[in-house]
């Protein structure tokens, strides 16, 4: 069996998928340039992405189904797992085949895979729309790390710009080493340099002019005062507050 | 802003607030259109969660909880002897629009002890609001308590600012509030109510024939009951509620456990665990009601008053009505598929969906993440074996609670040793 191996992106996936309908080798086995490993006895197909290839199956895709089901799809590449990218091969392949409806045909394992991890993915989403704590620095921009578990920032753009129209602001994805940075005008893609900077987790130092310190310590208070402690409930806290996210939330860090 | 003095307004003020449970910043939609600070989407997000497990969304805290009332339920009552404190309009702006800014919350709830009169204060936090949407340009969402007695021109006014507005019922009978606070009545909380729904209902129908009719309160009013506190029955409670979602268009009602804050012959004594499971099944009920298409007589009434603390009441309800069950998951209505244990609104959706490409079995089912080992005493599926075993209620209700106890027990019986 042959393993189709592209280079990580969502373009790249699709040309995969224009690939093998014009190769017709078979089943086969996909990967991904960070997934694969070189395998004794099977046949490697390196894709070479192709923005026209990969827009005429996006456009065959979305054709056959709702915008919702079309943005599972997305979500679900955006999970970045091994198996996501062989189910989505899986539905794709299901969709093209031209059953009516086949995005609600929940009894098929690919549908249903799809639709599982986009949620997944949907809730990571949400997670980091809320748990993103900025803090600003000298220059007077708001600055978040973050460390999500699947690649949700192109997810979370928009929600970040509409909400801060009036500030400029970075979320920066210390996992996959990308960032967003908004300056007032435009949203765009930035990597940093961190060897240079002082502090890994902050590109530039926390103000003091703009009583950042004063305004963490405002709300670490009102963290406190909102617990009702007769009503202590650690199991439930974690469980809606997972642990991975402590890193980051200002009310977490604990006061020396 | 006195950061000191700042800090110790917050504690006070945000410890006095805590009690509210509405914590809910769902249901609006102020986009950012003037190139402002934040937008409000219809769901909501909580951004962090108490050591209890609430949720944080929302800048919860009073004015002031000076009051001029002294109702025995209420820390802020006049005749507890506790530190008071009144934050200005700028310090609540301030607070407001910093927590903002570094995304700790989605907007602001303001609520209020009552000092001189009504007026007074409802003025004071229609200046909050007004300055927050006006001078700020702040879109974020905005959750007003309406403060009972205050004029209709102020109320109003600020409804034209908050995303929503709600008054507390406080008791869940006229009775119970009565015995505990003599100086309020639920007619005090029934007008304030009526005439900001009925402004809602005028705006909203403005709205069809005049596209720029401002909003007016579009996240709707809410209100909360105190539980545990004074002794009514579940079905007092849910009548109450089930009447005031009808009469007023509710968004919510909450209900919220009594946590005894002080020694007093009216209520539970200090050291009563709040109501916690009854508390749940009560939302739970609430949901039955808003979202599964349950009448409250259904769930509760006369014979059976108050809901069952081991399991939930929708399949309290089925366990009722087992006359009705096994239902075919692959011909039965939406509705009735609604109503069996451990299918939700969801999985429901899913089923009916996904049976027209073909009988859905029971690994299908169970794929699709309702909760089997409840449901599956009242479904059949194509191959489910033509004759199912005819269990009693009781059977059933066993079976379910030692299945579920038996997760739940394992890790308290290790801390006996």
């Known amino acids: 069996m042959e393993i189709y191996v592209f280079d990580d992106t969502f373009e790249g996936f699709l040309t995969l998928i224009f690939d093998w309908y014009n190769r017709k080798p078979g089943s086969i086995t996909v990967s991904s340039a960070k997934h694969y490993h070189p395998q004794a006895f099977s046949q490697t197909y390196f894709i070479v992405t192709d923005p026209e290839k990969a827009m005429r199956v996006a456009t065959g895709l979305r054709k056959r189904l709702s915008k919702e089901a079309w943005r599972a799809v997305y979500c679900t590449f955006l999970s970045e797992r091994l198996e996501a990218y062989e189910h989505l091969f899986g539905f794709a392949v299901y969709v093209f085949s031209d059953v009516s409806q086949a995005e609600s045909n929940y009894g098929n394992e690919h549908v249903l895979f799809v639709h599982q991890m986009a949620r997944k993915v949907e809730r990571e989403k949400h997670h980091l729309e809320a748990f993103v704590r900025f803090q600003q620095t000298q220059d007077g921009m708001y600055y978040a790390p973050i460390e999500p578990k699947y690649n949700v920032l192109p997810l979370i753009a928009g929600h970040f710009r509409g909400r801060y129209a009036d500030q400029s602001w970075v979320i920066y994805d210390h996992v996959r080493k990308y960032g967003l940075y908004y300056d007032l005008q435009r949203l765009q893609l930035i990597t940093l340099d961190f060897q240079r900077s002082h502090n890994f987790d902050t590109p530039a130092r926390i103000s003091e002019d703009h009583h950042e310190e004063m305004y963490q310590l405002l709300w670490k208070d009102y963290f406190k005062s909102a617990n009702i402690p007769a009503r202590r409930n650690l199991k439930l806290h974690v469980r809606n507050l997972p642990r991975r996210f402590w890193k980051y939330l200002t009310e977490k860090q604990v006061l020396d | 802003m006195n950061f000191n003095r700042a800090s110790e307004k917050l504690q006070i003020l945000a410890d006095a607030a805590k009690y509210d449970v509405s914590c809910a910043s769902s249901g609006g939609n102020r986009k950012n259109t003037n190139k402002g600070l934040g937008d409000s989407k219809a769901n909501g997000i909580c951004h962090s969660f108490t050591e209890d497990g609430r949720c944080v969304s929302l800048l919860k805290i009073l004015l002031t909880n000076h009051c001029i009332y002294d109702c025995a339920f209420c820390v802020s009552r006049k005749s507890n002897d506790i530190q008071r404190a009144a934050f200005t309009v700028e310090e609540v702006v301030e607070l407001t629009i910093n927590f903002y800014r570094r995304n700790y919350i989605e907007g602001l709830f303001l609520s209020s002890g009552i000092f001189k009169n009504a007026d007074y204060t409802m003025e004071?936090?229609?200046?909050?609001?007004?300055?927050?949407?006006?001078?700020?340009?702040?879109?974020?969402?905005?959750?007003?308590?309406?403060?009972?007695?205050?004029?209709e021109e102020l109320i109003q006014e600020a409804g034209l600012y908050a995303d929503r507005m709600s008054i507390n019922l406080e008791m869940p009978t006229e009775a119970g509030l009565k015995t505990v606070a003599p100086e309020k009545?639920?007619?005090?909380?029934?007008?304030?109510?009526?005439?900001?729904?009925?402004?809602?209902?005028?705006y909203n129908s403005d709205r069809k024939l005049i596209l720029s009719t401002p909003k007016f309160v579009p996240a709707g009013q809410s209100t909360q009951m105190v539980v545990g506190a004074t002794p009514e029955s579940d079905l007092e409670i849910m009548a109450t509620a089930d009447q005031f979602y009808k009469a007023y268009n509710l968004k919510r009602v909450y209900y919220s456990g009594y946590v005894p804050i002080r020694q007093d012959s009216l209520l539970p004594s200090i050291g009563t665990p709040p109501p916690m499971i009854r508390e749940n099944r009560l939302y739970q009920t609430d949901w039955l009601m808003r979202f599964y298409g349950f009448r409250v007589n259904e769930i509760l009434d006369d014979t059976h008053p108050n809901l069952d603390p081991e399991i939930d009441p929708k399949l309290s309800w089925a366990l009722r009505n087992l006359h009705l069950f096994p239902i075919d998951i692959n011909t039965a209505d939406y509705q009735l598929i609604l109503r069996v244990p451990g299918i939700g609104v969801g999985s429901a959706k899913k089923i009916v969906a996904a049976r027209q490409f073909g009988k859905l079995r029971t690994y299908q089912l169970q794929n699709l993440g309702i909760a089997y080992n409840r449901a599956k005493y009242f479904v059949r599926c194509a191959d489910s074996p033509f004759a199912s075993k005819d269990w009693q209620a009781s059977q059933i209700r066993h079976f379910i609670l030692s299945s579920s106890q038996n997760k739940r027990q394992s890790p308290q019986q290790l801390t006996l040793f």
Do not use: M
């Open chain 2, 124 to 151: 004071r936090l229609l200046r909050i609001v007004k300055k927050l949407r006006l001078e700020e340009r702040f879109n974020g969402y905005i959750h007003l308590k309406t403060i009972p007695g205050a004029s």
């Open chain 2, 185 to 202: 009545s639920h007619e005090d909380v029934k007008k304030p109510l009526h005439f900001v729904n009925q402004h809602i209902q005028a």
